[in-house]
């Protein structure tokens, strides 16, 4: 048995590893982590969040558009 302990709670637990698999599976950027971490923990995100989370690192990267610059 470890010789510490752990003084986080089982949600701030769960929510650093919610945040952490998202950050490496490529969903969401470290910019907002500390919000998410925070809401997750506090079962506070709502479908807004969520979006936001998961839409801006897709909007930061670069996509070819149809049609574009002819």
């Known amino acids: 048995m470890p010789s ?3 003084s986080r709670t089982p949600n701030v637990r769960l929510a ?5 698999a998202l950050i490496s ?11 998410l971490k925070r809401k997750l923990a506090a079962g506070a ?7 936001h989370w998961i839409e801006s690192p897709q909007r930061s ?3 070819k558009e149809l049609g574009g610059d002819e």
Request: without cysteine; negative net charge; charged residues 30%.
């Open 25 to 35: 599976a490529g969903l969401i950027q470290s910019a907002g982590l500390e919000d």
């Open 45 to 51: 995100a709502r479908a807004e969040d969520w979006r």
């Open 61 to 63: 990267s670069p996509r």
């Open 16 to 20: 650093e590893i919610v945040a952490n």
């Open 4 to 6: 510490t302990t752990d």
